[in-house]
């Protein structure tokens, strides 16, 4: 579908929407608009929201990324304090900015997306 659109596609309606949907699609893009089914802006925007997580990891310090292991691997932050070498606040710091970038809210979240994208194995 994405590629689709990026090739100029003008609508995009999945092969079990209704014939009604199809008609109406058909009306929109023969008016010079845009048209996704439902289901179809749905996987748009997850996509789109995938992507940008995508780039946000991409986008990680060296740094921020031995923070977000050792979170994911269920280190406090006291304990990556001392390993790193850096005050507590610091890491609480790091541990904010991440989740910030990343837009998740929680340490499960952080694995979830952290398996995800290739960061740790299933087993880490």
Do not use: F, W
């Not at 280190?75 to 990343?102: F, G, N, Q």
């Amino acid at each position: 579908m994405v590629e689709a659109l990026r090739r100029g596609a003008l609508g995009y309606v999945l092969k079990n929407s209704a014939s009604l949907e199809l008609l109406n699609a058909v009306e929109v893009v023969a008016n010079g608009h845009r048209y996704l089914c439902r289901r179809a802006s749905t996987l748009a925007v997850e996509g789109l929201m995938a992507e940008s997580r995508s780039a946000a990891v991409l986008s990680l310090s060296a740094r921020e990324r031995q923070v977000i292991l050792m979170v994911v691997r269920g280190l406090t932050s006291a304990v990556i304090s001392t390993k790193l070498d850096l005050s507590p606040k610091t890491v609480e710091s790091y541990r904010a900015r991440i989740m910030a970038k990343l837009g998740v809210d929680d340490v499960p979240a952080l694995v979830r997306l952290a398996v995800r994208e290739g960061l740790i194995g299933v087993e880490d």
